[in-house]
C-alpha cells in the first residue's frame, strides 16, 4: 500500500478518527486534500469544455437543420413548378385532343349539311312553288 493508502488506512481503525490526532494528522492529509483540490480543477475545466463544445454543437446543428430548411424549400419550390408545367401541359394536350375532335365533328356535320342541302332547297322551294316533290 502506498503513502496514500496508509494515510486512510489510520482512518479504518475507529470511527473516523485518524490513531495519531493533531498537527500531525493535517500534515499527512495536506497531499491528499491537494490532490483532490487538483482534481476539483480539472473536473471543472472538463466541465467547462464540455459545455463549450456542447454549444458549439448545438450551434452548428442549428445552423445545418437551418441549411437543410432552406434547401428543402428551394427544392420543394421547384418541385411545385415542375409539376404545374407538368399539369398545363397536360392540360394544353388535352385541350388540344378535345379541339382535334370538334374540327373533326364540324367538319362531318358540314358534309353532312352540305350533303343535305340540294335536296332540303328543293323540297323547300317546291313547297313555296306549289308543287310537292
Do not use: C, W, Y
Amino acid at each position: 500500500m502506498g503513502p496514500l493508502g496508509d494515510v486512510l488506512e489510520r482512518f479504518r481503525r475507529g470511527a473516523g478518527v485518524p490513531a495519531a490526532a493533531g498537527d500531525e494528522a493535517a500534515v499527512e492529509l495536506a497531499p491528499v486534500f491537494a490532490a483532490l483540490d487538483e482534481l476539483e480543477r480539472e473536473a471543472a475545466a472538463v466541465r467547462d469544455r464540455s459545455t463549450q463544445m456542447a454549444a458549439r454543437r448545438l450551434h452548428e446543428a442549428r445552423e445545418e437543420a437551418t441549411a437543410i430548411l432552406a434547401d428543402a424549400r428551394s427544392k420543394a419550390d421547384s418541385e411545385r413548378g415542375d409539376a404545374l408545367k407538368a399539369g398545363l401541359r397536360s392540360a394544353d394536350a388535352a385541350a388540344a385532343e378535345i379541339l382535334a375532335a370538334a374540327e373533326h365533328d364540324a367538319s362531318r356535320i358540314e358534309r353532312t349539311a352540305a350533303a343535305r342541302l340540294p335536296a332540303l332547297l328543293a323540297r323547300v322551294t317546291g313547297q313555296v312553288l306549289g308543287a310537292d316533290p
